[in-house]
């Protein structure tokens, strides 16, 4: 594999945009906010060098919400090492970053300061780099482990200093603070705490193999000699003094200290069981640690082979496949807020990102990590009274509310649709019903919309997916009852436009969530003026026949903003509300324009090096739109369908649970920014022709062969009304609507 994860890490830097590409406008930061630390596949725990820049604790930015990031650093620094970082988030305003480990040549007085990071590499499950003191450090990690490896210079008194204080962010009001910690030494290179933090306890136990160096508890930078034991019962912001467990002694060139860290969020003593779990029982484990974690990332990464020539389009494509596995962080059996064991997760930060691109690709291709994903949100609605918009290693399950609502229910409705077995539908049921009815669900339920105008949309879409398995489980007479909910998708639009009503909006404007994919797109369609009318509508949000426009620079002024927003422009990738809406014409018969708009987006919006992402990588939402648009597929999410597309590769391979997708090609050249995009003229699954631009889920998950034949120009192929993809009036479900042909070809 050749994923790159420093990909992400830096501001956007790509090629001057041409086309369509250069009328596109870009609202949020134009970094993705990555990291290149180690992460192990949908694990518990990810390691990185820490300089307490904004959003990830690495790298050298300040907070930024719009524009070019303002850069607080002139190179890459590093205080120490941390764990638990988020994936390419924006401004979520909760940070992680726990437990720095620090090795150090000086006086413990001189913990805090930065040195200059050098000769860095990461690779899936790894990160290295020098620091400016000599001292070579890399960090793998387990599902819910981390293994640090320094190499020292020869020194009268090195040290390996871990930090419990810390944690969040360098920047102001990036801080988090523990609220209650204990912390003791239980042998020579054994010691364990834990600390309590944004309302969650989080434990860890370590060991560091250096025995004969003396092992000390600090505080306040100041030694403890002789001390075993630390217990802070009430910490203020105004009290808080650094903290934490420190091994020194004499070294000489080239001498190797390891640490290995267990955590948990249920005690010190499951801690300790998920090191031995994850690294066994040794002292030294880097090594081993290490080789399972990279199996762990090829196996994952091995689901989708492409056939490409191009070292650098595998390159960005392996990494977007790569980011869109790194989270949400699964911990199963680690609630801490209930007892009960089962599945758990945190880290799911922004749900209005992945619901779209990456929980449908976790499905496709890891299935029971999605049921597992899928469990873990119900638990958390049983005990915590909600599905949650986002969910973190935090107390608060609804802090993101106003973002959006409803989107469990279309996860949970493309798993009910493809019946994979492990979730009780009845259960879920309930509480997916119940979920409507809070939040912004009152205000729908009361008047038939909801402001911002964009969840009367998920809300209605929220019944329609409900409605679905309350069909799939029999009850007849509350599918009847949630089908005019469902319907009122209209109510949020305004007929003399076509658009959307005025309201506020997150993160764009009324056009940027005209075009989402709903479930009677027949009836959107119709709402717009018809077909014709819906495509102007479309080319002019995309930008054909416009000027190229200048991208906000560094810290834009408000007057700048607003100019951007009166453009009413595609994002361009930057940012989540419209990332499906280039599909949005397949409903109307122009798949073609589909296919120049997602041409340029894959091959000028994308790219290798530090600066190769439009925005926000948003825990893989932004890099999961990339895998499937360059399969040539993308999935309508809660609907189980997926739209097809001109692919960027000749040929690739998806292994899908049990089943196995080859999708091939006819007609095929190699793509670029510079080339001319390709446009479907025929296809074939399972050697019969496919005269639909579409799959059903039950077709993609069962695997099989799927032809494309392209060309220069565009074809009469998706024209005709009976290939237009599935819609679903009011009081219509996905039920009985597709007929799934039979496997190999059979008629």
Known sequence: MVVDPFIGTSATDLPPATGLAATWWSPKPQVGNTHPGACHPLGMVSACSYSGAYPTGYGRYDLSTEGVPTAIFDEPVASGFTHFQQSGTGAIRKYYNYFRVTPMLEPLDALGRTWGLHEEEAGPGWYAATLDSGVRCEITVGPKSAVHRYTFPAHHDARLVVDLSLGGL??????????????ESVAPGVARGEIVVEGAPLAVHLECDADRWRQMLWYDRRLMAGGSRLDFSDIRTTTLRPFGVMWAGPTTAGQVVELRLGFSLRGTAQAHTNLVADCGQQRTSFTTRRAATTRAWDQHLGLIEVDCPDPKRRTVFETALYHSLVKPCLAPDESPFWPADGPFAFDISTMWDIYRTQLP??????????????NALLHVC????????GYRMARGADVFSRQASALVQTFLADLCGLGLAGVDWDWALVHMHNDLRRGYGEDYLLRGVAHPISHTLDLAFGYWCTQRVAEHVGDKALAAELAPYAAGWSNAFDPATGLLLDSTFYEGGRWNYSFRLLHDMAGRITLAGGPEAFIAMLDRFFGYDAEGVTQPGERPSVQEMARGYALDRFEGLNNEPDMEAPWAYHYAGRPDRTAEIVHAALHQRFGTGPGGLPGNDDSGGLSSWYVWASLGLFPVAGQNVFLLNAPSFAGAVMRLGEATLELETTGFVEPGPDTPPQYVQSAWLDGRPLHRTWLDGAELHRGGRLLVELGAQPSPWGRDPSSFPPSFPAG???TGVVTVPPPNGVS
Do not use: F
Not at 171 to 180: D, E, M, N, Q
């Open 361 to 374: 690709l976790l499905t496709a291709l890891v299935p029971e990590r999605a049921v597992e994903l899928a």
């Open 382 to 389: 049983e005990e915590e009274g909600n599905l949650p918009i």
């Open 732 to 734: 219509s479900s996905r």
């Open 170 to 183: 360098a920047i102001p009001y990036g801080a988090t603070v523990p609220l209650r910690s204990h912390l």
